[in-house]
Nanobody, 122 residues
Framework: VQLQASGGGLVQAGGSLRLSCAAS????????MGWFRQAAGKEREFVAA????????NYADPVKDRFTISRDNGKNTAYLQMNSLKPEDTAVYFC????????????????WGKGTQVTVSS
C-alpha cells in the first residue's frame, strides 16, 4: 500500500486544516489507519487512529476534542480534521496503515506515507 499525505500548510493559532491521506496499490479498506506527527527535535508520536470500517477511533490526549479522524473507503482516503490549532501542533504529519488494530502505534504500522508539514503561528 502506498500512502500520500497532503493538506498541510501555515495557519494561525485557532485556525483549522484538513489533512488527507490517499492510498493506492492495496486493499485500503482492510487496513486500520493512523496519523502521527513529529516536531523538530522530538520523537514521532501518535495522534489518532481509526479502524478499517470507521467504527472505532482513538486520539492522543493533546488533540482530543480538537482533531477528528475519518475515512472514506470508497475514495481510498483517510482524513484528519484539525480545529483550534495551537503552535504546539506544529510538526510533520504522517499517515500510516496497520493490518492489526492491536499494533497501531509508532512502532507497529505496516506502511507509512511521506509527511506533510503543518505550521501553526502564534
Amino acid at each position: 500500500v502506498q500512502l500520500q499525505a497532503s493538506g498541510g500548510g501555515l495557519v494561525q493559532a485557532g485556525g483549522s486544516l484538513r489533512l488527507s491521506c490517499a492510498a493506492s496499490g492495496g486493499s485500503f479498506s482492510t487496513y486500520h489507519m493512523g496519523w502521527f506527527r513529529q516536531a523538530a527535535g522530538k520523537e514521532r508520536e501518535f495522534v489518532a487512529a481509526i479502524t478499517w470500517n470507521g467504527g472505532r477511533t482513538n486520539y492522543a490526549d493533546p488533540v482530543k476534542d480538537r482533531f477528528t479522524i475519518s475515512r472514506d473507503n470508497g475514495k481510498n482516503t483517510a482524513y484528519l480534521q484539525m480545529n483550534s490549532l495551537k503552535p504546539e501542533d506544529t510538526a510533520v504529519y504522517f499517515c500510516a496503515a496497520a493490518a492489526l488494530w492491536a499494533r497501531v502505534g509508532v512502532n507497529g504500522m505496516d506502511y507509512w506515507g511521506k509527511g506533510t508539514q503543518v505550521t501553526v503561528s502564534s
